[in-house]
């Protein structure tokens, strides 16, 4: 059973950085592909970033390409995603998720297991 579990949100000044950690159970994680996902209230939710089951592979949203970095554990069957320079428009909950077949997607329809969120806040 796969259970994945967020955590690093909280209030930042615009300009600030902030490091999510998403902690998986499971060893078949180390197969999936994860997706970083964020909902800001009235929207939809909408992409942010991917890596590969390997980690040799990166995509990210045209709103945070050159300030956010994925990453990977497997290892430690964990994801990051670091922001730098937040915005305020970057408030939102940031869920992480994990899509089975392990290639890169940007659908949320694409991942099978999703956290339960954090939420990030950036002020201005």
């Known amino acids: 059973q796969v259970q994945l579990v967020e955590s690093g949100g909280g209030l930042v000044q615009a300009g600030g950085s902030l490091r999510l950690s998403c902690a998986g159970s499971g060893r078949s994680l180390s197969t999936y592909a994860m997706g970083w996902f964020r909902q800001a209230p009235g929207k939809e939710r909408e992409f942010v970033a991917a890596?590969?089951?390997?980690?040799?592979?990166?995509a990210y949203a045209d709103s945070v390409k050159g300030r956010f970095t994925v990453s990977r554990d497997n290892a430690k069957i964990a994801v990051y995603l670091q922001m730098n320079s937040l915005k305020p428009e970057d408030t939102a909950v940031y869920y992480c998720a994990a899509q089975r077949f392990g290639i890169l997607a940007q659908s949320p329809a694409a991942f099978d297991h999703w956290g339960q969120g954090t939420q990030v806040t950036v002020s201005s």
């Open positions: 890596i590969s089951w390997s980690g040799g592979s990166t």
